[in-house]
């Protein structure tokens, strides 16, 4: 029986899931951008400095959108 309560949860795990590999994604570009962590052709260029944060943010904005996703209606 997949009720509608079913799917907005099952929605907010999806997405609170997405979040979190977002914001691991874009830590780890970020330091690869800064030069912390080596072994990467994306290693010291500091475009991935930028496009690292800026992920972790809409990471952060997924996670945050997905926790307030019913929250009200409850």
């Not at 691991?24 to 990467?40: C, M, P």
């Not at 010291?44 to 945050?64: C, D, E, F, H, K």
């Amino acid at each position: 029986a997949e009720g509608p309560g079913r799917k907005k949860f099952l929605m907010k795990i999806v997405m609170l899931i997405a979040a979190v590999v977002l914001i691991v994604i874009g830590a780890v570009w970020a330091l690869q951008g800064l030069g912390v962590i080596g072994g990467s052709a994306m290693s010291g260029n500091s475009m991935w400095a930028i496009i690292g944060p800026i992920l972790v943010v809409v990471g952060l904005g997924v996670g945050l959108v997905a926790l307030r996703r019913g929250a009200k209606r409850s």
